[in-house]
C-alpha cells in the first residue's frame, strides 16, 4: 500500500475548495432569483384589425348605357311593388352614364306634341326649310316622385336640392338607341301613345353653380336647309345624348319609383347631376350640344 507523508486536511483542502465554490454558486444564483421580479404572464396576441371596406371606384367600371339603365330601373320598378327594402348602398351612384333619346322618328313631332315638356321634339318651320329641335326640362322641384330630399338634406344624408330638372325616357321598352323598326298600322285606329314612366331627374344641389341650370329653357337648335331645297328628315330620326353621373335620393338609392295602386306600372326615375346634352342625326354626328362648365 502506498503511504503519503502529506496530512489529511491538506489531502482535502481541494475538495472542501470545490464545494464552497459549488455553495457559492448557488446562493448567488438564489439571490439572483429572488432580486429579478417574476416576468408577467405574456399578453394574448391583439385581434386583427378587421380590414378596411374598399369600394371599387365608379371611375372603373364601364359607363351605363341606356341598355343598363332601363334594366336598373325595371329591378327597381319590381322591389317596389313587392315592397322589398334595399340596403342603402347603392352601386349604381357615381356611375357615369350616356344614354340617347331618339324621336321625329316619323318625321316631325306633331303639334299636339311639342308643347310636351321633358322630351325632345323636332318643329318644322312653316317654310318646311327648317326644323327646331327642342328638349324642355320640366320643373320637378316639388314633384311626389322628388319629395323627401328636403328631409333627406336636413338630416345630413344628402345635399340640399335647390332645383330639380326633369327629363322623360321615351319608349323605355325599347333596349336600342335607335329609332323602333315597328311602324303604325295604318288599318287600326290611332292609339294614345303609353304615359311616361322612366325619368332622369337633374338635381342641383344649394349654393352651386346655377350656369347649367335651364330655369324652363329648352335645349334648343335650328337645323337649316342648303340653298332652296326643303329640308330632308334623316331616315332614322334625331337623338338626343345625355351624358353624366348617377345622383342619390335621401335613402342612399339612384332609383326612386312610385305607384298610385298594385295595377299600375310604378313610375320610376334616376336622381343624375348632367354633364352634357346633344342633338345628333341618325348618323351619330354632332348638331349642337350643351356642357356644364
Not at 134 to 145: K, Q
Not at 256 to 271: K, L, Y
Request: aromatic share 6%.
Amino acid at each position: 500500500m502506498l503511504r503519503s507523508d502529506e496530512p489529511p486536511f491538506r489531502r482535502a483542502r481541494p475538495v472542501f475548495r470545490a464545494l464552497l465554490l459549488a455553495a457559492a454558486g448557488l446562493m448567488l444564483a438564489q439571490c439572483d432569483r429572488e432580486a429579478d421580479p417574476p416576468s408577467p404572464p405574456a399578453a394574448p396576441p391583439a385581434p386583427a384589425a378587421a380590414a378596411p371596406i374598399i369600394v371599387t371606384p365608379s371611375a372603373t367600371l364601364p359607363t351605363l348605357s341606356r341598355a343598363g339603365l332601363l334594366e336598373s330601373v325595371n329591378r327597381a320598378a319590381s322591389a317596389y311593388a313587392a315592397g322589398e327594402t334595399a340596403d342603402r348602398s347603392d352601386p349604381l351612384v357615381g356611375r357615369a352614364f350616356a344614354i340617347r333619346l331618339p324621336f321625329a322618328c316619323s318625321g316631325p313631332t306633331p303639334a299636339a306634341k311639342t308643347g310636351t315638356d321633358g322630351v325632345p321634339v323636332a318643329v318644322p318651320g312653316p317654310d318646311g326649310k327648317t326644323v327646331r329641335l327642342a328638349l324642355t326640362p320640366n320643373d320637378w322641384t316639388r314633384s311626389p316622385l322628388i319629395a323627401g330630399a328636403s328631409a333627406g338634406a336636413q338630416s345630413g344624408t344628402v345635399p340640399s336640392w335647390e332645383a330639380v330638372e326633369g327629363f322623360w325616357i321615351p319608349r323605355p321598352w325599347l333596349a336600342a338607341e335607335t329609332c323602333p323598326v315597328v311602324r303604325r298600322d295604318p288599318s287600326q285606329a290611332a292609339a294614345p301613345d303609353s304615359p311616361q314612366s322612366v325619368g332622369l331627374a337633374s338635381v342641383f344641389e344649394a349654393g352651386g353653380s346655377r350656369l347649367t341650370r335651364r330655369n324652363g329653357r329648352a335645349y334648343a337648335f335650328t337645323r337649316r336647309a342648303d340653298g332652296d331645297e326643303p329640308l330632308t328628315a334623316p331616315t332614322g330620326g334625331y337623338r338626343v345624348l345625355l351624358e353624366g353621373r348617377i345622383a342619390a335620393f335621401p335613402n342612399g338609392r339612384a332609383i326612386r319609383c312610385h305607384a298610385p295602386g298594385p295595377d299600375q306600372r310604378p313610375v320610376c326615375v334616376a336622381a343624375v347631376q348632367m354633364d352634357r346634352v346633344a342633338f345628333e342625326d341618325d348618323a351619330g354626328a354632332v348638331l349642337s350640344e350643351w356642357r356644364r362648365g
